[in-house]
């Protein structure tokens, strides 16, 4: 049987995208769901999505002649164009080109293109694809390390050899860490400054962000090695200076770099900025301690997530790490049958493994990031009327209530429960994560 | 250094199609065709914008002069010659009219 396509929705900084990739072979297609899948997201019919893209996939046999294909890879460099109407991504292995529409007063991008099949040309293909498009909404990728502290982000700029990779592995939780190579920084008016963002583009550290989560950008520590750990303050203009080093972009035209110079002086005037001498054996504690006068007040504070999509994203990164996740549910939505203090076990499953009467959880996709919420449905019911269930993802199977240390019947009906998965039950999953 | 007679007399113009950003009292440029980032500081910034018509050094030392008292003009028309022969060795001039 000939191999089907597979859709693909990603969102990184905020931006989401679909793609249609293949046919290929399931093995590679599966090598690609493991490594986006922190960043995949259940699409709904009117997803908001930045752009869509299929992707056909080409085989290409290994070079007969090595220095031919050399001579030739370097005469097709990536090159990456784009205007108010079209995006063209190409190299040797590469041919991508998409269409600006106008759709609900805003630009979505439309399009075809084939690669190689390979991970690192598939890889390249969304680099570039995300950074033509982040800067258009006020945000940038950067190659550097960032990392999660507390309750906030931390980015550490630094081109090849810098230490970013050696910096990741150094940190106690790998979770920690949004990327060892590439992170995105997006302006956010709503919070009033700039959250960091993991990315599923990494370097040596062989693993990207867990979720879609963004933090608080709270500094710009420029990696340089030296030889004793110090935090030396630099000047904005410093600042901007090295980021622009830093910032992936592959275009040249002017329109382009002038938008991208406004925003990374935005960025640089706005976020306190140091240079981060560090050495090979320091730890991160020590690092962060030094960091520390530079982060501002209140690094513990809890921060919201930016929105559902967000939050969702994050209780599912729980999930497939620790299989089962217990919170306490806030609001007399489940009573009677939930009375104050009592947990609610989610445990994650596959579909396969369902029974009837069993309840299920969901990401239900909206269309726009604030609009996905968690939703709980028993198999072999009927779907509430009015509700829209399209793409929705199954997260994971309630399996039980405990309260004061016991175990409690789960309830026999389901609405009440599903008035607890709305919206309204983001904050306490978050707080109750310890995020 | 000293500049030439003819160079003196000469008009300098920055580079119309450089992206450029001010920041505090410094000014970063973009030069897209090398991808090389200029970082000036508050003089070299002002003379920068001074920059946006076609001016000559007697031009440009003046305006300072009236900006920067006390400071010597001998000294500020080496450092604006030194400066500009800078900005003409890295591209960053339009091309040179006469005055």
Known sequence: M???????????????????????????????????????????????AGFSLRLRFESVPPPVDLDAHVAFAEAHPLTVKATAKTITISRWDISVRLSAKRARGRVRWVGTGRCKMSPYALDC????????????????????????????????????????TTLARKAPDADDVLSDEMIAIRHTPSDGGWR????????????????????????????????????????????????????????????????????????????????AQLTR??????????????????VNRKVPTLN???????????????????????????RPW?????????????????????IALYWV?????????????RVGSPLPKGQSWAGAEMLGRVSGLARDGRDLPMPGRLDGLARLFGDQVAMPILRLAGR | MTMPNETKAASFRREDALPYQRLDEETIVVDPRSREVHLLNETAARIWELLETASSVDEIVEALGDEYEGAPPEELRREVETFLADLGARGLLASRGRA
């Open chain 1, 338 to 358: 939930v009375k104050q203090g009592a947990s609610l076990l989610i445990q994650a499953a596959e579909k396969s493994a369902l029974d009837v009467g069993d």
């Open chain 1, 125 to 164: 293909v969304l680099r570039a694809l995300w950074s033509v498009l982040l800067p258009r909404e006020d945000a940038l990728l950067v190659h550097s390390c960032g990392l999660r502290h507390a309750e906030i982000g931390v980015v550490f700029p630094g081109v090849s050899g810098q230490g970013k």
């Open chain 1, 196 to 275: 960091v963002y993991g990315t599923p583009f990494w370097g040596d550290f062989a693993r990207g962000g867990i979720s879609m989560r963004s933090w608080p950008l709270r500094a710009l520590a420029f990696l340089a090695q030296r030889d004793s750990v110090e935090m030396s303050p630099i000047t904005s203009s410093e600042s901007a200076l090295r980021l622009l080093e830093c910032m992936l972009c592959f275009q040249t035209d002017r329109e382009t770099v002038e938008r991208n110079l406004a925003l990374v002086t935005r960025l640089c005037a706005e976020v306190r900025s140091v240079e």
């Open chain 1, 308 to 334: 559902a999509r967000e939050m969702i994203s994050e209780f599912r990164s729980f999930l497939r790490k620790h299989q089962l996740y217990a919170f306490s549910p806030r609001g007399a939505g489940l």
């Open chain 1, 2 to 48: 000939r191999p089907a396509p597979m859709n693909l929705v990603l969102s990184i900084g905020g931006i989401a995208g679909r793609l249609e990739l293949g046919p290929a072979p399931e093995t590679f297609l599966a090598q690609v769901r493991e490594r986006y899948a922190a960043f995949t997201m259940p699409a709904a019919p009117d997803l908001d």
């Open chain 1, 281 to 298: 054996t320091a730890s991160t504690a020590e690092i962060f301690g030094k960091l520390e006068p530079h982060l501002g007040v209140d």
């Open chain 1, 365 to 377: 996709p909206g269309r726009t990031p604030d609009d996905d919420v968690l939703r709980c449905h």
